[in-house]
């Protein structure tokens, strides 16, 4: 009876795996940057300051990338996130009984012609490719840095949104900048919460992305389903 699930987490590895790649790809053009990058300025501020010998600096700057490129690729070639990946999938799935695992792996696969999946995906250097499945009974989060977590929509009665904003201060060159950063908050409460606290939260960086997946879902499960949801 397995049949689904395991087909399914073996399409999450290779989402996982090509995601890797593409990261170990990026790092790859990064180091080969870096060391010409350092190089270039290393010559422009010695030919700025009129030193006689501003050349000598340029090796050295050379070497500096290189090693810096080198010690940034192994760490990145270190880290294993397929295997967060396969451990977070595990751990957020085992309270679900075999037969509503089938039931979501079977809907994500996208096998059934009666049911429709949408996927939605963003990226950003601090948040990393960032992937969201949603079918009419099941929403899932996925992160290339390994994260995963899954919302049975089926008994999500209430979603309210939010924004935090963020605040600190940043120094430089003598000066104090205030800086704001702001982050948008889907929270989702289950059937019989008379809580304030969500069942579970997915906060996105951006509001176009978190509203491009509540449209989703309301237009793959139905908005009467949750008429009580709050937009911020």
Known sequence: MAAYYERWLERE??????QRKQQMQRMGVYCLIVPFALALISLVSGLSSGAPNFWKGVPASFL???VIGLIT???IGLSNPAKRYGKSIKKVL???SETERENMAKQMLGEETDIKVRELS???WSEGANLARITKDYLTFSCDKGAFQIVPL???ERIELDVREDIYRARGGGMTV????ESYSMSFYYRGNQTQQSDNAYVFGKRAWRDEVLRAIRELSGEDSMSDMTQL
């Open 13 to 18: 590895q290779e989402w996982i795996k090509e």
């Open 64 to 66: 500096i990338g290189i």
């Open 73 to 75: 690729w192994i760490g």
């Open 94 to 96: 085992e309270d679900l």
């Open 122 to 124: 963003w990226k950003s």
């Open 154 to 156: 089926w008994k999500t």
């Open 178 to 181: 205030r800086v704001s950063d």
